[in-house]
């Protein structure tokens, strides 16, 4: 089962990929809607909320068919308020999958991340059936399609003594109990969405909600523009003593309905069971065996100067602030191994190098950039690219630029770019992921902070900036990181070559922190 | 930002907020004009089997003063064998049995025989199956049939359930929805 995860994650990996480089090409990677999927999906629920306020305002549980015809009626609102609605609950429900399928692609499901994917399936699911009460509300031939089908799924679990299925057989009304009963699945479902999504997002630091305000604008404004031009219309009210023959069906919600109703309903429990089994136990099936598991970053207390900076820079809280113990005054961070995924962000926030995985901190770097530099001996003309193992820069040669992999561009020491430009290398090239495509949610704009913004464990002034260069390249752009490698190769044998040191000492000296515990860092 | 990429980016843009609008409303057909249905649906509430044996003055004495009934009747859920004829043939036979799990629940019937339109002579019977020496609770009739034409058209249901009596079965025809 490992075998056959892994190879569906390669190759989810390899089409996700394939769309970034499309979506970056057209959109840039800033507004690349892909990478915003989980902000896509809370834009969809606020939308939700406010269409549906509105719509809520006319829906009458004694004649609901004939309420929301009323509504479609309404050409200045009610009918493309509907229409958005509708359109909006879609693209929550592709948003979210897509979503899934990005962390899926990336192994991030499991270990300290196993709740963010537990409760995003929960948050999936409970959308799922907020979708499925709002499209029974309307009562019409797809609602009855739904209805029925729901009930006769129901109908065979030993749960209700009385088969439910037989409400929609047509001998009597419906009860308007039932469509109070799914009015108020569907406004009370959100509040549960609400809460799963807070849950979802705990164990996260500086939760991003929001696409940029562009992205935000363009996709409400998009979708509006369909709902007004092209609105939903209404199908023929449900008829219980006749067989629906052409619905229209949400897709979305929908999908599995017509093979459903060609099996027994024991097929269709079947198959959602084995869904949800195998998508629950994804974060068990990505986990790595105990050996190759990444382990979670350690502090060296002598070294901690107690500055917070790991404290602010961890992406996942994994970092707490504690009194020290070894007879020093004041603060010294303590990590929280079930909170960390092992980013190595923190290694590069530590200016004196006294924190990180193991094999991976700032001292680590260092011992690795000598051995690179020892094997691969780059020239004062060459560029060596630092690379994000997870972007476009593991995998290709480029000509006259030796790679050195790091995990994270984020974990990256900026004392490792110093070093290399002190030895003289012709430039440094860091290829990061994309910013929003970061594995390790922050690295990217960690990286530029302390390169270019002077953020804590800075690169010093001493470097030469024009033999540093910050590029961002995801997985299926080698090509354009390529075209990168040679122009910035072109620019530094117009410059010159770069002019090495005999003996390189490093400072680790931690400067006065810049923020201090409870301000949120940016 | 070049021209062709402003064009291709909101070409894409429209393209997939259409496409995400059409699924939204695909049209599916799910049942062919030339399909309909025989529906049975009724409930039939208090069909208990009641056997009866006096107790002896002993047993009687065992038993706490509100429960000492003179009768010593037990009831459970009756059964009922369901037999549908269409034109003659056979074409549903079942034993229905009492749900719950003591047998004490409502006895429902929910049954879709699918037919092609046309008319038919259809006979449904409902039959309890009484065992020796047992009855049904007062007012449960131990047997409720229907026999009749029945004309159907494309997607069209007929459904037989329980007249209001509660002591027949009746037609709804199609196209008389409540």
């Known amino acids: 089962m490992r075998r056959l995860i892994g190879v569906a994650r390669r190759l989810t990996r390899a089409g996700l990929a394939r769309l970034d480089r499309a979506f970056n090409g057209l959109y840039t990677a800033r507004f690349n809607p892909i990478y915003h999927s989980g902000a896509l999906v809370v834009v969809s629920l606020v939308v939700?909320?406010?269409?549906?306020?509105?719509?809520?305002?006319?829906?009458?549980?004694?004649?609901?068919?004939?309420?929301?015809?009323?509504?479609?009626?309404?050409?200045?609102?009610?009918?493309?308020?509907?229409?958005?609605?509708?359109?909006?609950?879609?693209?929550?429900?592709?948003?979210?999958?897509?979503?899934?399928?990005?962390?899926?692609?990336?192994?991030?499901?499991?270990?300290?991340?196993?709740?963010?994917?537990?409760?995003?399936?929960?948050?999936?699911?409970?959308?799922?059936?907020?979708?499925?009460?709002?499209?029974?509300?309307?009562?019409?031939?797809?609602?009855?399609?739904?209805?029925?089908?729901?009930?006769?799924?129901?109908?065979?679990?030993?749960?209700?003594?009385?088969?439910?299925?037989?409400?929609?057989?047509?001998?009597?009304?419906?009860?308007?109990?039932?469509?109070?009963?799914?009015?108020?699945?569907?406004?009370?479902?959100?509040?549960?969405?609400?809460?799963?999504?807070?849950?979802?997002?705990?164990?996260?630091?500086?939760?991003?909600?929001?696409?940029?305000?562009?992205?935000?604008?363009?996709?409400?404004?998009?979708?509006?523009?369909?709902?007004?031009?092209?609105?939903?219309?209404?199908?023929?009210?449900?008829?219980?003593?006749?067989?629906?023959?052409?619905?229209?069906?949400?897709?979305?919600?929908?999908?599995?309905?017509?093979?459903?109703?060609?099996?027994?309903?024991?097929?269709?429990?079947?198959?959602?069971?084995?869904?949800?089994?195998?998508?629950?136990?994804?974060?068990?099936?990505?986990?790595?065996?105990?050996?190759?598991?990444?382990?979670?970053?350690?502090?060296?207390?002598?070294?901690?100067?107690?500055?917070?900076?790991?404290?602010?820079?961890?992406?996942?809280?994994?970092?707490?602030?504690?009194?020290?113990?070894?007879?020093?005054?004041?603060?010294?961070?303590?990590?929280?191994?079930?909170?960390?995924?092992?980013?190595?962000?923190?290694?590069?926030?530590?200016?004196?190098?006294?924190?990180?995985?193991?094999?991976?901190?700032?001292?680590?770097?260092?011992?690795?950039?000598?051995?690179?530099?020892?094997?691969?001996?780059?020239?004062?003309?060459?560029?060596?690219?630092?690379?994000?193992?997870?972007?476009?820069?593991?995998?290709?040669?480029?000509?006259?630029?030796?790679?050195?992999?790091?995990?994270?561009?984020?974990?990256?020491?900026?004392?490792?770019?110093?070093?290399?430009?002190?030895?003289?290398?012709?430039?440094?090239?860091?290829?990061?992921?994309?910013s929003r495509d970061c594995w390790n949610r922050e690295g990217v704009i960690w990286l530029h902070a302390r390169v270019n913004d002077g953020r804590e464990a800075e690169l010093r002034s001493r470097v030469d900036r024009r033999r540093v260069r910050l590029a961002h390249a995801a997985e299926g752009e080698a090509d354009r990181l390529a075209a990168e490698v040679r122009s910035y190769r072109a620019e530094v044998l117009l410059m010159g070559g770069g002019e090495g040191e005999e003996r390189i000492e490093i400072d680790t000296l931690c400067e006065v922190p810049v923020v201090s515990i409870g301000e949120v860092t940016k | 930002m070049n021209t062709a990429r402003v064009i291709g980016g909101s070409a894409l843009a429209v393209l997939l907020t259409g496409a995400l609008s059409w699924t939204s409303r695909v049209p599916v057909t799910f049942t062919e004009p030339d399909q309909a249905l025989l529906r049975l649906s009724w409930r039939l509430t208090d069909a208990v089997l009641e056997s009866c044996r006096p107790p002896s003055e002993e047993e009687l004495a065992k038993l706490p003063v509100h429960m000492r009934d003179p009768r010593g009747c037990t009831g459970r859920g009756a059964s009922f064998v369901l037999r549908v004829l269409v034109d003659g043939t056979e074409v549903a036979l079942d034993t229905v049995r009492a749900p719950g799990a003591r047998a004490d629940r409502p006895l429902t019937v929910l049954r879709d025989l699918p037919l092609a339109p046309g008319s038919y002579d259809v006979d449904v019977a409902f039959t309890a199956i009484l065992p020796e020496g047992a009855r049904l609770s007062p007012g449960v009739p131990p047997e409720v049939v229907w026999s009749g034409p029945v004309r159907l058209r494309g997607r069209d249901v007929a459904l037989v359930g329980l007249a209001p009596s509660g002591r027949a079965l009746e037609l709804r025809r199609p196209g008389t929805a409540p």
């Open chain 1, 48 to 434: 939700l909320l406010v269409s549906g306020l509105y719509l809520l305002l006319f829906y009458r549980i004694g004649a609901p068919y004939a309420s929301v015809e009323g509504l479609a009626d309404q050409a200045w609102a009610g009918r493309w308020i509907r229409s958005l609605h509708r359109y909006v609950s879609d693209l929550a429900i592709v948003a979210a999958l897509v979503h899934a399928l990005r962390m899926f692609a990336q192994g991030r499901s499991w270990g300290p991340r196993a709740l963010a994917w537990v409760s995003g399936l929960a948050l999936l699911f409970v959308l799922y059936v907020c979708g499925w009460t709002g499209y029974v509300m309307v009562w019409d031939a797809q609602a009855h399609v739904l209805a029925a089908e729901g009930a006769r799924l129901f109908d065979v679990l030993p749960i209700f003594s009385e088969p439910i299925g037989r409400a929609f057989v047509g001998d009597q009304p419906v009860p308007a109990a039932f469509f109070f009963l799914n009015l108020f699945a569907h406004v009370a479902l959100p509040v549960g969405v609400a809460l799963i999504l807070w849950i979802h997002v705990s164990r996260l630091a500086r939760t991003y909600l929001l696409p940029p305000r562009p992205l935000l604008w363009m996709t409400v404004g998009l979708f509006t523009a369909v709902a007004v031009l092209w609105p939903v219309g209404m199908d023929a009210p449900a008829d219980l003593r006749r067989l629906p023959g052409v619905v229209s069906l949400d897709i979305a919600y929908g999908f599995w309905v017509p093979w459903a109703r060609t099996v027994h309903p024991a097929w269709v429990w079947a198959a959602f069971l084995v869904v949800a089994g195998l998508t629950l136990a994804v974060p068990l099936l990505q986990r790595p065996r105990p050996e190759k598991r990444p382990p979670p970053s350690v502090v060296e207390e002598r070294f901690c100067t107690g500055c917070e900076q790991c404290y602010h820079d961890c992406p996942y809280e994994a970092i707490r602030m504690v009194p020290r113990t070894d007879g020093r005054e004041g603060w010294v961070a303590r990590v929280e191994p079930t909170k960390c995924v092992s980013c190595g962000i923190c290694a590069g926030s530590c200016a004196p190098m006294g924190v990180g995985p193991p094999e991976r901190t700032g001292r680590d770097q260092l011992a690795g950039v000598r051995d690179f530099l020892d094997r691969e001996r780059p020239g004062p003309e060459d560029v060596v690219v630092v690379g994000c193992t997870q972007g476009a820069a593991v995998g290709p040669r480029f000509a006259g630029a030796p790679v050195l992999p790091v995990s994270c561009a984020g974990s990256l020491h900026t004392s490792v770019l110093e070093y290399l430009v002190r030895a003289g290398v012709g430039g440094v090239l860091v290829a990061s992921c994309p």
